[in-house]
């Protein structure tokens, strides 16, 4: 029987949808050139107008433009982030699950550790010994989010490894990598979407924080997060700037939120 | 008592052996600089001389491993090591700065169990109403807001709108404390919000499921009003979950505090983090670390032994 999609689930693929066709849009057009910055006084924090929907910055760029653009770089950084932690932390929780004994705790262990961490902590601390930039961010914040999955594919394995079909392939001389693959994969699979969904949410608010505190996405790249920064500098002369990119960035984070809980919502 | 006596011995253990393996890890990675970490702080024009001499002072002449053990038993005898910006201890840098933060993080959680305890129990009361449809909605908006998006608002609106406090005009406690209270007020509300849609969650589903129970059945047999029921029994054991999210919501505070500070301009331990960074000190960031994640499993350990003793019936552990 298939579930019935919540309210949750509706709204946060309309919100996040949305999102999906701002971004595809702005690899064919965005309204103005993000980069083009102009020397002019008379262009510089400029009010919404019809020329100008969501106005100017401080440089004289088109700010939809900018937020547009935007878009990809922060999904690019949230998407590597969620794949590369997925796939360390389904390894992982397989590894855990399936040995077993001094090897699972072990690597619980190390998960609890990482846990124990306050999340912004150790992407400074990794952003402070490499190099600031895309990597650095990706790298702290995969490593951040290896726990989660980890646990859950661990757990979704002990659960199912007593289930009546893991045992009648077992019967029937399936290989472990085959049970694993092909009869208890597709079985975690809808938890591990949800948390896929709210992991990319969760990347995407991690990203802006760090990039406000300019040790993320570096300069002139449109983060939405440095560009909320430069906006708080004008915040008194300009507050549509810092309103208009706190919004975006609260649209989307809520979007996906409520697209990873109508998920979890509908499952049994 | 003796079971909790055992329970806390064995949960500051693991706490123990966690610090020390996160210690490990900070270590590790503050040395898997790419260069020369002093080439890097004097920059390449630097003389040999001066190269040898910040190395020796560093203590990287010596092995990784004894580099290491230097370190953690120089932490445990309260050294952490000297500054290379401000060519102090980071002990007293810290030390200093310490107050102000534990200040945001305990106003912070004041403030968000004031929120989520009351909005809790009307949501758990009135399920399914309006007003519990309109503090989901809320809750779910609090955790969707980074805190810095959050932050910028609450100053234009509170600091340039409203002008309840002047942005960027830090008052110290050692000048004037309430006027200190009242700009840290607007930073702890800022952190609360989320911490509070957690646990009003949270203390919205313990309730539900309290009031399953058959206690609260024989309770209402025997005459209570729902409301009586509610107050004289089942908040008491609601109560309980919650203590356990109190460790999580304080490491989250300091967590969160690293940013709000850096927002609304609070020269915190967040803040000197940061510098450190920014400037690439390495020795105070590396101790800082250390010490913020010493909190943090500290604080959570705390709170699980708590927990065990107000309620021995739960199992943490095996």
């Known amino acids: 029987m298939r579930p019935k999609a919540n309210g949750k689930l509706k709204v946060g693929i309309a919100m996040t949808g949305f999102i999906a066709l701002l971004m595809i849009a702005s690899f064919f057009y965005t309204p103005y050139d993000p980069y083009a910055m102009s020397m002019d006084l008379a262009d510089k924090l400029q009010l919404p107008s019809s020329a100008h929907w969501l106005g100017t910055d401080n440089f004289g760029r088109d700010i939809l433009s900018r937020l547009m653009a935007g878009i990809k770089h922060t999904m690019l950084t949230a998407a590597s982030t969620v794949a590369i932690s997925l796939a360390i932390g389904v390894f992982l929780g397989f590894v855990a699950g399936y040995i077993g004994k001094a090897v699972d705790e072990a690597i619980m262990r190390l998960m609890d550790a990482i846990s124990a961490f306050p999340g912004i902590l150790l992407a400074l601390v990794l952003v402070a010994v490499l190099k600031q930039g895309p990597q650095a961010i990706i790298l702290a914040l995969s490593i951040l989010f290896v726990p989660s999955f980890t646990r859950i594919s661990r757990g979704g394995l002990l659960q199912l490894k007593s289930a009546d079909f893991v045992k009648s392939a077992e019967v029937f001389g399936a290989s472990r990598l085959r049970i694993i693959f092909f009869h208890m994969l597709p079985n975690i699979y809808p938890t ?69 809980e109508g998920i979890r919502e509908m499952l049994p | 008592m003796k079971k909790v006596a055992i329970y806390a011995a064995r949960r500051l253990a693991t706490a123990a052996f966690t610090v020390l393996l996160v210690s490990l890890l900070i270590f590790i990675a503050f040395n898997l600089v790419p260069g020369d970490p002093v080439r890097l702080i004097l920059g390449t024009e630097a003389s040999e001389e001066r190269v040898a001499a910040l190395r020796a002072l560093l203590g990287l002449d010596k092995s ?151 206690y609260v059945k024989t309770a209402l047999s025997k005459g209570h009003t729902l409301k009586g029921a509610l107050y004289k029994h089942v908040l008491k054991n609601a109560f309980v979950p919650l203590i356990s999210l109190v460790g999580m919501m304080a490491a989250s505070a300091f967590g969160g505090s690293i940013i709000i500070e850096q927002v609304f301009g609070i020269p915190g331990i967040g803040a000197l983090l940061i510098g450190a960074i920014t400037s690439r000190d390495f020795p105070m960031a590396q101790s800082m670390a250390a010490c913020i994640s010493v909190i943090v499993v500290g604080s959570n350990s705390a709170a699980d032994i708590a927990i065990q003793i107000i309620d021995p019936r739960i199992k943490l552990y095996k």
């Open chain 1, 192 to 260: 591990l979407l949800s948390s896929i969904v709210l992991g990319l949410s969760s990347a995407i608010m991690s990203e802006s924080s760090m990039s406000y505190l300019g040790l993320g996405l570096q300069p002139p790249i449109p983060s939405w997060g440095r560009m909320l920064g430069e906006a708080q500098a004008v915040l008194l002369i300009a507050p549509w700037y810092a309103a208009v990119t706190g919004l975006a960035i609260v649209f989307c984070v809520m979007g996906l939120n409520l697209l990873g």
């Open chain 2, 64 to 214: 990784l491993p004894m580099q290491y053990l230097g370190w953690i038993s120089g932490m445990l005898h309260g050294d952490f090591g000297t500054s290379i910006k401000y060519q102090r201890p980071v002990a007293e840098l810290i030390g200093q700065r310490v107050p102000v933060t534990v200040t945001l993080a305990a106003f912070s959680l004041v403030l968000a169990f004031a929120f989520a305890i009351p909005l809790g129990i009307l949501s758990a009361r009135k399920k399914g109403s309006i007003s519990d449809k309109a503090i989901s909605f809320g809750s779910m908006l609090s955790i969707s807001i980074p805190g810095f998006c959050l932050g910028i608002f609450v100053i234009w609106l509170f600091g340039l709108k409203l002008r309840l406090f002047m942005p960027g005009g830090y008052v110290s406690y050692r000048t004037n404390i309430p006027g200190y209270l009242n700009y840290m007020l607007f930073p702890a509300i800022v952190m609360a919000l989320p911490n509070a849609a957690v646990a009003l969650n949270y203390l919205r589903s313990s309730i539900l499921e309290e009031l399953k129970r058959n």
